[in-house]
């Protein structure tokens, strides 16, 4: 059975010159080598990780009463303070 998503990036990879097809190639095995690293370390170092690469101004906008209010966040429940 074919994953529509892998044989859609096939598909536009085989248009695009050689050249072109290794820088591809080599993105994806640079990701495949990221994906396999993660997988030998503990999820909190991943975790740390993945949350270092997000800006300062983007954790900014974060509620800080989000580990109280959750579910106000999440589903609309009343806020509990």
Do not use: C
Request: proline letters at 6%.
């Amino acid at each position: 059975m074919g994953n529509g998503i892998a044989e859609s990036i096939f598909e536009k990879v085989k248009t695009l010159p050689s050249f072109e097809q290794r820088k591809v190639l080599d993105a994806v095995e640079k990701r495949l080598a990221i994906i396999e690293e993660r997988k030998k370390r503990p999820i909190w170092e991943v975790i740390t990780e993945i949350s270092s690469e997000i800006p300062e101004e983007e954790w900014a906008k974060l509620p800080s009463d989000g580990s109280v209010n959750h579910d106000h966040y999440l589903y609309g429940a009343p806020k509990k303070y």
